[in-house]
């Protein structure tokens, strides 16, 4: 059987959520890393790509929680209107 919208909704925004959180871990890692390579004068190639990549999670961050604020969105009005007999526990804690 077919997932259904609801079950589709509520997966991605906690796959979104997962994402987001998986991210700002990457940051703040990454942000040890390059101040570490500071310190230690490393390598400057390597440093450069090491900010490369700080710079490309930093903006994942902000992109990742648009897109849950959007889903957040389209889930609230699509339980606005549903009128199924699944349980939608878990999509109403996943707004609030």
Do not use: C, F, H, W
Request: proline share 2%; glycine share 2%; net charge negative.
């Amino acid at each position: 059987m077919a997932p259904s919208q609801l079950q589709i909704k509520v997966s991605a925004l906690k796959r979104l959520i997962k994402e987001k959180d998986m991210y700002q871990r990457e940051v703040s890692e990454q942000e040890q890393y390059v101040n570490q390579l500071k310190a230690n004068n490393g390598d400057e190639y390597e440093l450069k790509k090491q900010v490369e990549v700080l710079d490309e999670s930093k903006r994942m961050v902000p992109q990742v929680s648009k897109k849950i604020e959007e889903l957040k969105k389209s889930l609230s009005e699509y339980l606005e209107n549903y009128t199924g007999d699944e349980d939608v526990t878990e999509a109403k804690d996943l707004l609030n």
